[in-house]
Structures are given as structure tokens and as C-alpha cells.
């Protein structure tokens, strides 16, 4: 397979679990965000909206406690693994999230991938503002964004490969040729080239060699 550009997804993809919920988890409110949350991914709920919706039931939360609670963020099993025969075949491998900076920046350079987009809360006297800005707040996002990084790199879906788990990530899903759902919601699963349910990265490489 002839691929120079890798995308993932961040939350339940590279990262096992969800930003938000580690925020609302802090907060004790991690059973109504998580709700929203599930909404959202299964496309049930506009992406912008629930984004909108969740980041304001964070109004208030100190931002050393939001930085605390994202950082260290676990990956999922086999992303390393995976990363590593990617980048060491001259493939550039990048991270669209519905999530947020703080904890996408951090394992993106864990990961040595080559570039990421997220989202960025809003806060003021050194507290969340319940407002959210950024890259990936709208449905279609991961698709426009991909779109211009392939214009970038000179190159088309034919030698581009998408991974992703939610509703958000089908915009992206249609300029890649090779797309995979992984342990993905159904409202994913028929845009997908491929398909894996088994929680862990490192199984795509069977697809990608």
C-alpha cells in the first residue's frame, strides 16, 4: 500500500477514552457529560452543539485542574506500535480531535506524529469560561481540514488513510481511500474501507503493509 498520510481521530482512537470525560470526571459530573457525549458520537446530536453544550457544564473549573486532568492521558493499546511502522515508511501521520489542546499536544509529541488540530477552552482569571474555540468544533471539520493538508502535500485520497471511531470522523472518511473504523460507532462503519473491532492500533498494520 502506497500511503503518505495518515490521519487519526484522538478520543477512543489514539487515546483510550474520552477528553471531556476526564474534565467531567473532575467536576462529578462525568454520567451528563458522557451522555451528551455518547449522543454526539453516534450521530445522534450535532458535533457543535454537543461540543457547545458540554465545554459550559465546565464553567468554573480551575485550569490547573483542567490541565491536570488532561495530562498523561492513556493510549490506546498498539498506538505506538503502530505510529513507529507508519513514520518509519516515510508516512506522515497527524491527529484531528474533537478534543482539547491541552491533552492532544501532549501525546501527539509523545507519539512523534507530525502535526495536530483540537479544540481550545476558553479561560479567564484562570478559570474555565464554559466558551470553546478551535479547529475541530463542526461536523464537517475533519474533512475541510484534511482536504487543505492534502492540498498542502501535493497528494489525494488515493494515498491517504483515515482511522476513526465516531459520526465526526465521516467527513474525513470521504477523501481517503482507505478508511478504518475502529471499535467505531455503526453510524461509521459503512464509510469505512476496513474495519476493527479489537482494541488495539497495531492491527492495522496488517491492512497498511
Excluded at 483542567?66 to 493499546?77: D, F, Q, T
Excluded at 476558553?122 to 475533519?142: I, P, R, T
Aim: proline share 1%; hydrophobic share 45%; net charge negative.
Amino acid at each position: 500500500m502506497d500511503l503518505k498520510l495518515a490521519v487519526f481521530d484522538f478520543d477512543s482512537t489514539l487515546m483510550d477514552g474520552e477528553s471531556i470525560g476526564f474534565l467531567a470526571k473532575k467536576m462529578g459530573i462525568e454520567d451528563e457529560v458522557g451522555e451528551i457525549t455518547k449522543k454526539a458520537m453516534a450521530g445522534e446530536m450535532d458535533f457543535f452543539e454537543a461540543l457547545k453544550k458540554r465545554v459550559a457544564l465546565l464553567k468554573g473549573m480551575p485550569v490547573k485542574e483542567a490541565k491536570e486532568a488532561l495530562s498523561n492521558l492513556p493510549l490506546i493499546n498498539g498506538a505506538n506500535k503502530l505510529i513507529d511502522f507508519l513514520k518509519k515508511r516515510g508516512i506522515r501521520c497527524v491527529c484531528f480531535s474533537g478534543g482539547f489542546m491541552w491533552g492532544v499536544e501532549s501525546v501527539s509529541k509523545t507519539l512523534g506524529l507530525d502535526a495536530y488540530f483540537a479544540n481550545i477552552l476558553h479561560h479567564k482569571n484562570d478559570m474555565l469560561s464554559g466558551e470553546v474555540g478551535g479547529y475541530m468544533m463542526f461536523n464537517d471539520s475533519k474533512g475541510v481540514m484534511l482536504k487543505q493538508i492534502q492540498a498542502l502535500m501535493g497528494i489525494d485520497e488515493e494515498v491517504t488513510l483515515c482511522v476513526g471511531d465516531g459520526a465526526n470522523d465521516i467527513s474525513m472518511f470521504e477523501y481517503a481511500k482507505y478508511c478504518v473504523a475502529f471499535c467505531a460507532k455503526d453510524i461509521l462503519k459503512p464509510y469505512a474501507s476496513h474495519i476493527v473491532d479489537t482494541k488495539d492500533l497495531s492491527q492495522i498494520i496488517k491492512i497498511v503493509q
